[in-house]
T-cell receptor, first 115, second 117 residues
Framework: GAGVSQSPSNKVTEKGKDVELRCDPISGHTALYWYRQSLGQGLEFLIYFQGNSAPDKSGLPSDRFSAERTGGSVSTLTIQRTQQEDSAVYLC?????????????FGPGTRLTVL | AQTVTQSQPEMSVQEAETVTLSCTYDTSESDYYLFWYKQPPSRQMILVIRQEAYKQQNATENRFSVNFQKAAKSFSLKISDSQLGDAAMYFCAYRSLRAGNNRKLIWGLGTSLAVNP
């Protein structure tokens, strides 16, 4: 079946503008994760959605970042009033949480550049 | 808090040779998963191999195998018969199995592997 998809692939924006990044998880996967991959800093966890439970937002770096997941499927990560330090690759992953095989499968990411 | 360390920012190997990438981690937990992911220039993070901490047997996937040393908290990846397509960034990652944990992955900074023809 289809893998995790993300859009746009690349996004260039001006400082202060809002951006929305989209993630389509693998069909049937109940868990969805957002990570940020910054140059030289590795990957950091941002937010986790699991079914209808309240999301774990513990990794969001500031209140300019928010995310939602509609209908337990598609997720949107929104960054308001973007700053240059927000420039990074934003990766989305999904998993089925089915026992031992809850491997996270990743999308190709969105490269965000804030000028 | 758990941490993952990859001490080799860059490695290179000749095609058809064997290379080992290092990973160490720090945790007070006894049950967890460890992963190696590969990220080629396409940015797609691809799972290479996974190890459950309760399993003593080292995981293998074709040309990829791990040397899991739980007491030493070491989890190295061995790539045998290296191929040009193996060139990529390799990330080591840890996942807690503690109840209530959100299953997030904790990542090392990666090792860039070059494969020379």
């Amino acid at each position: 079946g289809a893998g995790v998809s993300q859009s746009p692939s690349n996004k260039v924006t001006e400082k202060g503008k809002d951006v929305e990044l989209r993630c389509d998880p693998i069909s049937g996967h109940t868990a969805l994760y957002w990570y940020r991959q910054s140059l030289g800093q590795g990957l950091e966890f941002l937010i986790y959605f699991q079914g209808n439970s309240a999301p774990d937002k513990s990794g969001l770096p500031s209140d300019r970042f928010s995310a939602e997941r509609t209908g337990g499927s598609v997720s949107t990560l929104t960054i308001q009033r973007t700053q240059q330090e927000d420039s990074a690759v934003y990766l989305c992953a999904s998993s089925s949480l089915s026992g031992a095989t809850d491997t996270q499968y990743f999308g190709p990411g969105t490269r965000l550049t804030v000028l | 808090a758990q941490t993952v360390t990859q001490s080799q920012p860059e490695m290179s190997v000749q095609e058809a040779e064997t290379v080992t990438l290092s990973c160490t981690y720090d945790t007070s937990e006894s049950d967890y998963y460890l992963f190696w992911y590969k990220q080629p220039p396409s940015r797609q993070m691809i799972l290479v191999i996974r190890q459950e901490a309760y399993k003593q047997q080292n995981a293998t996937e074709n040309r990829f195998s791990v040397n899991f040393q739980k007491a030493a908290k070491s989890f190295s990846l061995k790539i045998s018969d290296s191929q040009l397509g193996d060139a990529a960034m390799y990330f080591c990652a840890y996942r807690s199995l503690r109840a209530g944990n959100n299953r997030k992955l904790i990542w090392g900074l990666g090792t860039s592997l070059a494969v020379n023809p």
